[in-house]
Each structure stands twice: as structure tokens, then as C-alpha cells.
């Protein structure tokens, strides 16, 4: 109980601390210079291995993205409330600065406002993001660009320190990448906070993700160059992700029900531990396959597998969550079976077992759903039926799983 | 002599001030200030005159920029060609120089940032009159010895000259529709990088490399030389070598062709406009669509696929294609739009190419089926 109060405390903090910071930043925030438009990109352009690009303090505006397609180069501002690049102008590119380069390190500066994704590297090794503000700075919307910080197809990747804030699809999305790194960032006011999409090998820890619909997701989705695999969660804070579904239709995030803490879709080996998940008004913990998210079949390549398998669950603090339910279906559930004032349980998993790997009739040891956490009650909600017979099935998946070693980034990344 | 190396074109124009040289210069490296450097071609009085050696063609369907009309020449170095491939970019010697100017018919009298929607470029022998039209860029792909590199130069208010703008520009103009409709548009001229986000095909290697230059974009009827087909006429004035009879070669539809088959149309206008980047191996990689013409009719040409990382490009709607339904089709959507984040392609136009987009809107509507 000491401890549940403590980290309570130390959230509220934060997320305070945050509120004082950006507020004196406003008070002081300077007009926006587009002189500054040229000189950078053509520093951007110019960029040798080995440079390090200085943006000074002050707020820059631009009206085209930018881009980078260099190896080797590192851009600094002077910290992310103090050097804010703005796109609120911008007339052309989908992104605000896109990297198409390896061993690239951004730090301490600001993306406000992209037309599309703040910062997207697409495709590159040794990638370091610390940091950096992503914000639409006004409030979460629609029409806000999708993703804040977007690597994708990238290799050996640290994202530390980040705030993510706005994002219309996920503040922080790591999609088609290998060994990864995402801790002490903050993600709030987006539909997911933070995504890990198709990838291998990514410890996600000590972050915190509040007041998006979904807090922390990982996911794969078919039609892609790789699917995903071994993904550990581990000592975040996933906490009053409530906030209303504002993705765009047809994204698979705007199926993500309001109120999920954290959601695992169609991935295997994800190992999820020691994290504090609460007062998520859907589940705080949902384990869910592509069958049940609104994709058509007809649009899915044949070598897909949609089924979540090997996910392992033991050790997180849970509480408050499953007391009001986005979507008709696990309302009427939740009623009916909880009464209208109890609460879905933590876990909440969808059903779906992939029968043909059925061997004897069960699940192979280490494809199966497993969760042993003191405290938590799991319901497995029928889908493949339509919700017909949901069931309290805590005991029957309490099992273990072997763990996921520890990611190691390679040339010193994170040490 | 049809080429120049530029440290040749150098000790002759010191040799004699008024010598300039009569054949396009190749520059081996650096970004020469001005277009007029590589002397491809000359505009002087109403006129704009190509250098002998710089040769005009066009594709049979193009990409959409913003209804801007397009000049484009190659020039290869004296005695060299381009060995012909059935699918890929045809191979050009290093020292050839590509250029594609863009201009656009003027709506009114005189230049007020006021464009129409006009016919194709007509030049004879050479020579393009400018009466009536506004020169606005001419973007180089030239190949030097460590691969293509992309410049871009912007004209002039004179009209006589494109100077270097290696960060592009934004131009604020307005289009007039030819059913009279205005409006008001931000013309962009891409940064050097932003030139990559096209022409590096292949965003591993990130090498650029000219994308229009394919058989089956050039197997067409020559614009440039009456009752002859381009490709054959490449082959025939020795810019080509290896290349079967064009009849034998792949051909794309030209997209604006009623007589052509939809499919073939609408299939056209895909690869002209979205597949250097929707490849297996492009930047558009990571959606998982891919829209070269030789890509089956499936999830991975987008029938009923579900957008990965679109945001608001899926439109609200949800599947790339529904068959039979455009109104639910994203591909209508991106191609419709003009918000940067949502719009496809992501670079390049600011306006919405309305022929085009009913184009793959009838091309969706004739399909059978749904999605299940």
C-alpha cells in the first residue's frame, strides 16, 4: 500500500512539474522568425558525417518541411521549451523534419504544429531521439498530424526523455524497427501514447502515459515488411487513459476503445511487469487479435498471423480500471455481467485462439496467454462469438512464461 | 561535337569571350549559379531555343504537378547511349544531363501569378515560343561519376535566366480551372533533399535516379518527331542501345486516352504518380502498398487494405480500395485532398488534379465486389 501511494504521488508530481514548466515557456514565448527557414535547411542540406547542427533559443516557423539525408548528423537546440520549431504555416511536405539517414542523434528542442508527422526518420541504424517536444499545441484534434515521433524501418534506437503530446494516431510510434529503446518519455492527449508496430526486441520503460485513449500499445498489423515480436513493458505508468477516440476513421487506432491502458494486438512475446496500470475506464490491460478490430479479411496478406500469442503478464499494480467501458458491446457486457456498478476486471482478452496450432487440443506451452498477477481477475469476452458467453477465466491462464532477456543497444547507444 | 566537359568549355571561353559553346556543357561537379552554365538551352526574345544535344520527349502519362506543363530533354555525352532495360530506368552513361522545366500558360495578359490549364508544349526544330506562358523551374538530374544529383534553378522576373535555389521555394499563385473556376495556390519548388523524396527510388542504397525514363512511360508516338514512335526514334538517332522494336516493349496507357482500357488508364496514372515511392523498395516501403503496374490486384495494391500509418489521409473511410465504392476509397481521398499531411503524393502538387482523381474514381466504381 506504501508503495501504490508513493508512486501515485510521484505521477502527480510530474505531471505537475510539467503543467509549471510549459506555462513560464508561453509567458516568455518570442515571435516567429521564418528568416531562420533558408539557413537551416541549407545547413540540412550542406550537413557532412560528424556535424552537429546548433538551433539556437527562440521560436522558428517554416512553411515547407524539412529534411535530412546525411549520415553521422546530430541537430541540438537549447531544450525543448526553448527552442520550438513551429510548422503552424506550413503549406507542403507530410512531415515536419524527415530523416532519411543512420546515426542520428535530435535532442532538446521542440516540433509544434506539423501538417503531418512531427518527426519521422525513415529507415536508418543508430538513432538516438532525447528530448524532443512533439505538440499540436492546440489540444488534441482531429486534424492534428498523426504520429509525433516516428521511426520507422530503423535499426538500434533510443527514444529517452521525450514529451509527445497532440498526436492524432500515437505521440511516440516505433513501426518495422529492431532492438529498441523507449524510456522516460511522456506521452499524453494523444490516441496512443506510446506504439511499438511490428518490431522486434524493444524494452519500453519508466515512462509515463496519461490521459490518452490508449496508453501504451503493441501491436502488428499485416500487409508490412516484418511483424513484430518480443516487446517488454516494464515499470511505466499507465494511468487515466480515458480520453475520447479522436483518430481518424479507418486507422486501426481509432478502434482503440477509450480507457485501455495497455493494449497488445496480434503480437507475440510481450512481456508486461512491475508497471503501474490504473484507472483505465475500458481495461487496463487488453490482450486483442486483428479478428477483432474491424479489418477487412479480404484486405490481409495470407502469411499474416493476427493471433497474440506467448503474452505474459505478473508483478503490475492495477486498480481502478473496467468501470466504464467504450462501446456498446462491453457496456452491455460489463452490466450484465458486473452489474451497473461494478467493473470490468484488469485484463480484458478477446478470445481468439488460433486453432490450427492447437496441438492434443490446448495451446503449445509458450504460445499461451499468461497471467499471474496478485490481484487481477482476466475475462476473456468471447469475441470470436460476439460476446456470447464472457468468462472470469483468472485462474485458467494464471501460468508463466519463459522471460525476454533484456535489450542491449549496440555502439554504446543508451549507456 | 555534342557535348562539352566543362573544363573544355572553360579554356575555350577563355580563349575567345565571345565563343560561347553550342553543345550543353556537363559540369562534373559543384552547382553551377546559373541553368544557362550547362547551356541546354536559351531564352531570348519570346523564344526559348534548346542546345542541339539536349532532346525533348515526353511520357505517355505523367506525373501531376499542380497542371504545370513540363519541357523535358536528355543529353548524353558525344557517342554515348542509354542501354535499354524492359522494367527499370534505362541505364545512362555518366555525363548525361536530364532537365525538366516547368512552366504554365498565363491567365491573363501579363505575369500576375495567374495560371491556366493549358495544352502541351509545342516545339519545332528545337524552339518553344514563350508568348503567353511563365518559365517557373528547371530541376537538372545529372549523372556524375558518384551517381545522379538532382539541382533545381528558378527563372528569372526577366525570363531570360534560372538561377541556383538549391532550398526551393514556395510561389503563391492562383489556377484557373478551364470551366472558369479560381483558386488561389502555393506553387512549391522542392529543396535539393525534397528531390530525393522522389528520386531516391530505393530508400536503402538512397541513391537517386531519373524515374520518368522507362520504356514503358516513353513507348509512345513521338511529340517531337512526326510518324515515329519515341522509342524507335531513340534508337534510331543512336541516344538508345539494346532496345527491342517498341512494339515488343512494355507500354503504359496514356491516362487521358478515352479509347484506352480503364484498368490500363487508371493503372497508368498509379505508376506515374505514387510507385517510385509505393515500391518494395521505396520510402513508401512501410505502408505496405505497392503500386507498380506489374503488382497483382490484392491487399498489396490496396484492394481492401487497411491504412497503416495514413492519419488523416485515410479520410475516415476504410480501406485503400473498396471495390465499387470510391466514396469509401482512400485512394479518392489522398489523391483529392490538398492538406500536406493528408494528401498523396506527399511532394509536389498543391492543387487537386480533378481529371485524375475521377479518373481512379470511375476506374474504383467499375469494379465488382466489396470488401469482406
Given at each position: ?14 505531471l ?10 508561453a ?46 548528423v ?51 541504424e543508430?538513432i538516438?531521439?532525447?528530448?524532443v517536444r ?10 492534428n498530424?498523426?504520429?509525433?515521433i ?6 538500434n ?11 492524432s ?26 506504439e ?17 485513449t ?9 500487409n ?83 493471433y ?46 488460433d486453432e ?26 468471447d ?7 464472457p ?12 522471460k ?12 | ?28 561537379e ?8 550547362w ?16 532532346n ?51 491567365a ?19 524552339a ?20 545522379w ?7 528569372n ?27 488561389p ?22 541513391k537517386l ?18 510518324g ?16 527491342p ?6 507500354r503504359n ?7 484506352a ?11 506515374a ?21 506489374a ?34 476509397s ?5 489523391l ?5 499531411g ?5 511532394l509536389?502538387r ?17 469494379m465488382?465486389g466489396g470488401?469482406?
Amino acid at each position: 500500500m506504501g508503495l501504490l501511494k508513493t508512486t501515485a504521488c510521484a505521477a502527480a508530481l510530474v505531471l505537475a512539474i510539467g503543467g509549471c514548466a510549459r506555462k513560464e515557456a508561453a509567458q516568455t514565448e518570442p515571435t516567429a522568425d521564418t528568416a531562420y527557414q533558408d539557413a537551416l535547411m541549407t545547413q540540412l542540406l550542406d550537413a557532412r558525417p560528424g556535424d552537429v547542427i546548433e538551433i539556437p533559443e527562440g521560436r522558428f516557423s517554416f512553411d515547407r518541411s524539412l529534411s535530412l539525408a546525411v549520415d553521422g548528423v546530430t541537430i541540438r537546440g537549447q531544450g525543448m521549451d526553448k527552442t520550438v520549431l513551429s510548422f503552424k504555416d506550413q503549406v507542403a511536405g507530410a512531415e515536419g523534419l524527415l530523416v532519411t539517414a543512420s546515426d542520428f542523434t535530435i535532442e532538446d528542442l521542440a516540433i509544434e504544429d506539423a501538417k503531418g508527422d512531427a518527426l519521422k526518420v525513415n529507415e536508418g541504424e543508430n538513432i538516438v531521439i532525447r528530448r524532443v517536444r512533439t505538440e499540436w499545441t492546440a489540444g488534441p484534434k482531429t486534424e492534428n498530424g498523426a504520429y509525433g515521433i516516428y521511426p520507422v524501418q530503423t535499426k538500434n534506437v533510443l527514444l529517452e526523455s521525450n514529451v509527445a503530446i497532440g498526436a492524432s494516431d500515437a505521440g511516440i510510434y516505433v513501426g518495422q524497427s529492431r532492438n529498441v529503446i523507449v524510456r522516460y518519455n511522456r506521452a499524453e492527449k494523444n490516441v496512443a501514447g506510446i506504439e511499438i508496430e511490428n518490431t522486434f526486441d524493444a524494452d519500453v520503460y519508466e515512462n509515463v502515459a496519461t490521459d490518452n485513449t490508449g496508453g501504451i500499445l503493441v501491436f502488428n498489423m499485416p500487409n508490412l515488411s516484418q511483424p513484430g515480436a518480443r516487446t517488454r513493458v516494464f515499470r511505466n505508468q499507465a494511468v487515466s487513459n480515458n480520453r475520447k477516440n479522436f483518430g481518424h476513421p479507418g486507422t486501426p487506432v481509432a478502434t482503440i476503445p477509450a480507457g485501455s491502458g495497455v493494449v497488445v494486438n496480434s503480437n507475440d512475446q510481450v512481456e508486461i511487469f512491475d508497471n503501474d496500470i490504473k484507472d483505465n475506464k475500458t481495461a487496463n490491460i487488453i490482450i486483442a487479435s486483428v479478428f477483432s478490430s474491424g479489418l477487412s479479411k479480404d484486405g490481409m496478406n495470407a502469411e499474416f498471423d493476427g493471433y497474440p500469442e506467448g503474452v505474459y503478464v505478473y508483478g503490475n499494480r492495477m486498480g481502478g480500471g473496467g468501470g466504464n467501458p467504450d462501446g456498446l458491446d462491453l457496456q452491455a457486457l460489463k452490466i450484465a455481467k458486473f452489474g451497473p456498478t461494478g467493473a470490468l476486471p484488469d485484463v480484458l482478452w478477446d478470445g481468439f485462439v488460433d486453432e490450427n496450432k492447437k496441438v492434443d487440443g490446448s495451446v503449445p506451452a509458450a504460445l499461451r496467454i499468461c497471467v499471474d498477477n496478485d490481484g487481477a481477475d482476466v475475462i476473456n469476452v468471447d469475441a470470436p462469438n460476439r460476446f456470447k458467453s464472457p468468462d472470469v477465466v483468472t485462474e485458467s491462464v494464471r501460468c508463466a512464461l519463459e522471460k525476454l532477456p533484456a535489450v542491449a543497444l549496440a555502439n554504446g547507444l543508451g549507456d | 561535337m555534342r557535348l562539352f566537359v566543362a573544363s573544355l568549355a572553360l579554356l575555350i571561353a577563355a580563349c575567345s569571350r565571345d565563343a560561347a559553346p553550342r553543345a550543353p556543357v556537363f559540369h562534373e561537379e559543384g552547382y553551377p549559379a546559373s541553368l544557362g552554365e550547362w547551356n541546354l538551352m536559351s531564352a531570348a526574345n519570346g523564344v526559348l531555343t534548346l542546345t542541339p544535344g539536349a532532346n525533348p520527349y515526353d511520357l505517355a502519362t505523367p506525373l501531376f504537378s499542380d497542371y504545370a506543363l513540363k519541357l523535358r530533354t536528355v543529353t548524353m555525352p558525344e557517342g554515348a547511349a542509354a542501354a535499354y532495360r524492359d522494367d527499370d530506368v534505362f541505364d545512362f552513361p555518366v555525363g548525361t544531363i536530364i532537365s525538366k522545366t516547368f512552366y504554365y500558360p498565363l491567365a491573363g495578359g501579363e505575369w500576375t501569378g495567374d495560371v491556366a490549364v493549358g495544352p502541351e508544349p509545342v516545339v519545332v526544330n528545337g524552339a518553344m515560343p514563350l508568348k503567353g506562358v511563365r518559365l517557373i523551374e528547371t530541376r537538372l538530374l545529372v549523372h556524375r561519376a558518384e551517381g545522379w544529383v538532382a539541382i533545381p534553378y528558378i527563372w528569372n522576373d526577366e525570363q531570360t535566366e534560372a538561377l541556383l535555389h538549391r532550398t526551393g521555394a514556395t510561389k503563391p499563385m492562383t489556377l484557373h480551372r478551364r470551366d472558369g473556376r479560381t483558386e488561389p495556390f502555393s506553387y512549391v519548388v522542392p529543396n535539393q533533399n525534397q528531390c530525393a523524396g522522389c528520386h531516391a527510388t530505393n530508400n536503402t542504397t538512397r541513391k537517386l535516379s531519373p524515374i520518368g525514363l522507362k520504356a514503358r512511360h516513353l513507348n509512345k508516338a513521338s511529340t517531337f518527331a512526326a510518324g515515329v514512335n519515341q522509342l524507335d526514334h531513340w534508337a534510331e538517332t543512336g541516344l538508345l542501345t539494346g532496345a527491342p522494336a517498341s512494339a515488343a516493349t512494355p507500354r503504359n496507357a496514356d491516362w487521358s486516352d478515352a479509347a484506352a482500357k480503364l484498368d490500363a488508364r487508371a493503372r497508368a496514372y498509379l505508376d506515374a504518380n505514387c510507385s517510385h515511392c509505393h515500391s518494395d523498395v521505396g520510402p513508401a516501403d512501410t505502408s505496405g502498398l505497392d503500386l507498380r503496374p506489374a503488382i497483382a490486384f490484392g491487399p498489396k495494391y490496396g484492394v481492401c487494405k487497411t491504412p497503416v500509418a495514413a492519419g488523416g489521409g485515410s479520410g475516415g473511410r476504410p480501406f485503400d480500395i473498396v471495390p465499387g465504392d470510391p466514396g469509401r476509397s482512400i485512394f479518392v481521398y489522398r489523391l483529392q485532398t490538398t492538406k500536406p499531411g493528408d494528401m498523396m503524393p506527399e511532394l509536389g502538387r498543391a492543387t487537386s488534379h480533378e481529371e485524375g482523381v475521377s479518373l481512379i474514381a470511375e476506374w474504383i466504381d467499375a469494379m465488382d465486389g466489396g470488401c469482406g
